[in-house]
């Protein structure tokens, strides 16, 4: 459904990404883990359209998709949660919700939509008339999730939604995921927190200084040394 | 002082107010979407004036179509400069966004204000009136009608953009755009789009205020220049980029010039507000509403 090849990327002239490949099928869950500064979040920016691609190739549902603007990617159907949420933070978050669904125009499917993220995370429901802004953390993660949700897309990129999270928070979120990955979207997820990513998910990408070094099932990188020994904590 | 006195000073001080609101609203859109420094705002009052005062004359128009009109010319004109314009500077420019659009803007207002000159000529060109009369509210206290639809008028067009902006998925998206520009693409929102329509948006609500002013103020090539200062004026008072504030701050900046005209004499009007808004600026830098849009200008 996805496919990377040789994607490179850059900020000015510090280049970030150095030939990233992966491939996530549909109805997958995917990760792509590694250290700060390994370049997940501009692999993700990237595909998103908000970095323009240096080099190489991104492919969504067959059509070639690097160069093209976000908001056109984003009205394929890939949905992108950032790791600043980019919330709309003075607006209330039905509105948040509402602008979630912008590239449709079925009131009805609009509705249903809202209807499926509010039955997701029951918590924004009660504070549907709230600003955006002043939503506590956990609150925020799940806004910007069900924003995402609200267009129906077909493929999910989420970045780092543990960060800055309670642990019971954590696992709220990641259920949250699994669930959705269960109903049928595709997810691409950037984590830090790696043993509990590997046990959830399918497949995984290992990136170090924008460059794939691992690939595999989760299953088998957890019993991967390099892995266990740089990402596991054990020795 | 009587009491007749004083309600003529305050309905006085609202009238007046509805127009600075209007403009200033056009004006804090442009500044909370797009960040651009608006400079040629006053510029399409002007258009909107000219463009009445043809349409009700030369063609005949009743006076509401009239100052339709002179909202639509000024939606066109203005969605025609943002896309050939401020959208070509936006792909361009890499840093000093805010100070090359202040240079292209005033340079806009150049170009206006002598197109204007150039086509019609120095001189002024209004109505008497557009509808005859006076209303009597009470005892001492009367405005002529064409000062009461105007009014009207102006309320009629800040309501409809209220409603657009809160209440349509369009008026949505602009606000989105003003809150966080890389939420609002990956939503799907195209940005470009929400520039020119904005732009164009506050225009036509630049257009209205000139057309529906025109038996008060005549169409003039220079005109633009004092309602264009008057906005500024207006969101420098509440805070950049803050809609619902500029249409507060309109009626306040109304009354207290009104009130500064009567008790101080014309000369000191503008000292009067000037000196509040130096004073709110000195302790309260972002405005009196001011503290929620403290990123415009400074992206």
Redesign the interface.
């Known amino acids: 459904m996805l496919e990377v090849n040789n994607l490179e990327a850059a900020y000015g002239h510090l280049q970030v990404l150095w030939g990233v490949s992966l491939k996530v099928s549909e109805g997958e869950f995917t990760s792509l883990l590694g250290p700060n500064g390994a370049g997940k979040t501009t692999t993700l920016r990237t595909i998103?359209?908000?970095i323009k691609p240096k080099g190489g190739e991104v492919k969504f549902m067959g059509e070639s998709i690097g160069g093209r603007?976000?908001?056109q990617i984003?009205?394929m159907g890939l949905?992108?949660i950032?790791e600043?949420?980019?919330?709309?933070?003075?607006?209330s978050v039905r509105?948040n919700l509402?602008?979630?669904a912008?590239?449709t125009r079925d009131k009805k499917k609009i509705e249903k939509s809202l209807d499926f993220v509010l039955d997701l995370f029951p918590v924004l429901a009660e504070r549907r008339n709230q600003l955006a802004g002043t939503l506590s953390g956990g609150e925020r993660k799940m806004l910007a999730l069900g924003?995402?949700l609200?267009?129906d897309p077909k493929f999910l990129l989420v970045d780092e939604p543990s960060l800055g999270l309670a642990p019971k928070l954590v696992l709220s979120v990641f259920k949250a995921l699994q669930e959705l990955n269960g109903r049928g979207v595709t997810i691409l997820l950037v984590e830090q927190n790696a043993s509990t990513t590997l046990h959830i998910t399918d497949r995984s990408y290992i990136l170090e200084r924008g460059r794939i070094v691992l690939e595999g099932a989760s299953a088998d990188l957890v019993e991967d040394e390099h892995v266990k020994k740089t990402y596991l904590g054990i020795e | 002082m009587e009491l007749a006195a004083f309600w003529d000073l305050i309905l006085t001080g609202l009238l007046r107010g509805g127009f600075y609101a209007l403009m200033a609203l056009g004006l804090a859109l442009v500044l909370g979407v797009m960040n651009v420094s608006h400079f040629a705002h006053g510029e399409f009052y002007m258009v909107g004036a000219y463009a009445a005062y043809f349409a009700h004359t030369a063609f005949g128009l009743n006076p509401l179509l009239a100052i339709l009109m002179a909202g639509l010319i000024g939606f066109a004109i203005g969605a025609l400069v943002e896309k050939v314009v401020i959208c070509s500077l936006r792909k361009r420019t890499k840093e000093d966004w805010v100070m090359n659009t202040f240079l292209l803007t005033v340079g806009i207002s150049f170009v206006f204000i002598n197109s204007a000159k150039l086509i019609w000529g120095a001189r002024f060109r209004g109505v008497a009136h557009y509808w005859e009369g006076t209303i009597y509210l009470s005892e001492g206290l009367r405005i002529s009608i064409d000062r009461g639809a105007g009014f009207l008028i102006a309320i009629a067009a800040i309501a409809l953009t209220w409603f657009f902006l809160n209440r349509t998925?369009l008026g949505?998206?602009i606000?989105?755009v003003a809150?966080?520009e890389?939420?609002?693409?990956?939503?799907?929102?195209?940005?470009d789009r929400m520039n020119t329509l904005t732009f164009a948006l506050s225009s036509l609500l630049a257009g209205i205020a000139g057309g529906s002013l025109l038996s008060i103020n005549a169409a003039y090539p220079y005109m633009g220049l004092r309602p264009s200062n008057r906005s500024w004026y207006v969101v420098m008072l509440v805070g950049l980029g803050n809609v619902g504030g500029a249409i507060m701050g309109g009626f306040i900046v109304g009354i207290v010039e009104t009130l500064s005209y009567y008790f101080l004499g014309a000369g000191w009007q503008d000292v009067a507000s000037l000196l509040i808004l130096v004073l709110i600026l000195l302790f309260k830098p972002s405005g009196i509403f001011g503290t929620?849009v403290k990123g415009v200008l400074e992206r």
């Open positions: 998103a359209g908000l603007r976000a908001d984003s009205r949905s992108f950032t600043e949420l980019n919330l709309f933070t003075r607006m509105e509402l602008l979630g912008y590239g924003r995402g609200m267009s | 998925q949505r998206a606000r989105a809150q966080d890389i939420g609002a693409m990956l939503v799907g929102i195209n940005l929620e």
